[in-house]
């Protein structure tokens, strides 16, 4: 039904907090029957315990100039597993800090936004059918935000929706069992008209589903598997991550991995898995290593692919997610390789030989198995996406229900775009399969099969994907340019599955 109007629900109680001295989970109410707690807290509270201290904090780093660029360690997010004791919350601060971009090269600090203090957020990590229990506390001095988990198939209470945006001072309580497969999601704020300046900010970490499927493959882990977050920056005089984008998006003047400057990471000779995501607001990545050695693609948005593939080069946008494997089983101690990113012409990471020997390791195919989605020859919906603000003529509002989806049944969705592209078009709710592209690049790559939620759209280009949900009915959605200045501008879609 088109411009059905909704109505934002939930309870409002009050809350404690963590204890600021031991930083241990709080209990909870074991009686409430939602998801949601907002509770009201003083910001003057909030200022005196939102700050990790910055001896662990990490962030910006030194601008580019002439000379030898000095490269710094590359700076890698503290894991924290989501399955906390019955009866608690893990705490999830997002808060002003100060972080230490550089490194060797010499301290250098920023003022950002960030969760729980470090830049990115700490990685989160569950197994499937593990239930995650989070208590988000908006430690903003005078903005409301609300936490999405992009990629995680969970219910409305539970997806981050602006409707649900809490104001500063408050909490907002998530609860949710892990329902799929295992891959590397991103978590982000999602307020409506302020999720780009939040992200750009700071506000962002990885989130690591693992399963037994997995397991059995004994992919590199431990030292041999690094989350690499790409993204753009710009800083002010002081040295501070400043966000100033256009209406066509934000294009930050440098690049940083991780939240390091310049970084560089020592292997050892053997195999690296690389969990990549690009968490800029608007830029697309065309990386490729600088020796010209092939990565081996096994996984991308949600999780592994049938079976690996070899590519040289991969294009990817905002919000898409790679797993990568690199062998370095070639590199001796001392030599080095960059990866690169060919469209800025930017290097971005450095590579350096240890000598040591390392993990070997051929991935076996098949990799996975995964049924592809049967269903109409015809498009069911399409979708255009026009200008920097609108899709099929609307512009969002929060309030407004645009269209609904058949719980259980499979569409097939026709993305075009009227120009302003790149588009990567997201959908919240379900995982879709990239079917087809006419126009433009013409083809759907190999980084782009199995499962996907977000897909990059070119001008001039179609692309066709089948897509089901089944996993909660009566849940209200958004389908949006993950372009966030485009998102932000209204580009976005209310959906409801019933």
Not at 74 to 86: F, G, K, S, Y
Not at 404 to 428: L, Y
Request: charged share 15%; glycine share 10%; aromatic share 8%.
């Amino acid at each position: 039904m088109r411009n059905q109007r909704i109505e934002k629900t939930g309870s409002v109680e009050a809350a404690p907090l963590e204890d600021k001295e031991t930083g241990q989970p709080i209990s909870r109410d074991l009686t409430r029957r939602t998801f949601i707690t907002a509770a009201t807290a003083s910001v003057a509270a909030l200022a005196a315990a939102r700050i990790i201290p910055p001896g662990i904090l990490r962030a910006v780093a030194a601008p580019r100039g002439g000379g030898a660029v000095v490269r710094n360690a590359l700076h890698i997010p503290p894991v924290t597993p989501v399955q906390v004791p019955p009866g608690t919350f893990l705490p999830l601060w997002a808060a002003p800090a100060t972080v230490d971009l550089g490194g060797e090269g010499g301290h250098k600090y920023s003022s950002v936004l960030a969760y729980n203090g470090t830049f990115p957020g700490p990685t989160l990590i569950a197994r499937q059918g593990d239930v995650a229990a989070i208590r988000l506390h908006n430690g903003l001095t005078n903005e409301p935000t609300i936490t999405h988990w992009h990629g995680m198939v969970v219910p409305t209470v539970a997806d981050g929706h602006p409707l649900y945006a809490i104001a500063p001072g408050a909490t907002y309580d998530y609860e949710f069992q892990i329902n799929q497969r295992a891959c590397l999601n991103f978590y982000h704020p999602h307020p409506h008209m302020l999720t780009s300046k939040q992200v750009n900010l700071g506000l962002a970490g990885g989130f690591i589903v693992r399963d037994a499927e997995e397991d059995n493959l004994h992919l590199p882990s431990g030292v041999y598997e690094v989350p690499l977050i790409l993204r753009d920056a710009s800083f002010d005089s002081a040295g501070n991550l400043t966000y100033n984008p256009t209406s066509s998006g934000f294009f930050g003047k440098t690049s940083l991995v991780n939240g390091t400057l310049n970084p560089k990471l020592n292997v050892d000779r053997g195999v690296y898995r690389f969990r990549v995501l690009n968490g800029s607001n608007a830029r697309v990545y065309r990386i490729a290593l600088s020796n010209g050695a092939p990565f081996t693609v096994i996984g991308n948005d949600g999780g592994l692919l049938e079976s690996a593939v070899s590519v040289s080069q991969i294009e990817f946008g905002p919000g898409e997610r790679l797993d990568l494997l690199v062998d370095f089983s070639g590199l001796s101690g001392g030599n080095k390789i960059m990866l690169r990113d060919l469209a800025a012409r930017w290097d971005l990471i450095e590579f350096v030989g240890t000598g040591n020997g390392g993990y070997a390791y051929t991935p076996p195919s098949p990799l996975s198995t995964i049924v592809s989605l049967s269903g109409p020859t015809n498009v069911t919906r399409l979708f255009s996406f026009e200008g920097m603000h609108s899709i099929n003529g609307l512009r969002y509002e929060m309030n407004r229900i645009d269209f609904q989806v058949p719980f259980g049944v499979t569409e097939r969705w026709r993305f075009t775009t009227k120009g302003n592209a790149p588009h990567p078009v997201h959908v919240h709710g379900a995982s879709f399969q990239v079917v087809s592209r006419s126009g433009g690049r013409g083809q759907v790559f190999p980084w782009e099969r199995g499962w996907k939620d977000t897909v990059l759209l070119n001008d001039k280009e179609a692309v066709e994907v089948l897509i089901r949900f089944d996993q909660y009915r009566s849940s209200l959605y958004l389908l949006h340019c993950h372009q966030l200045e485009h998102e932000d501008q209204g580009m976005m879609s209310n959906f409801e599955v019933v």
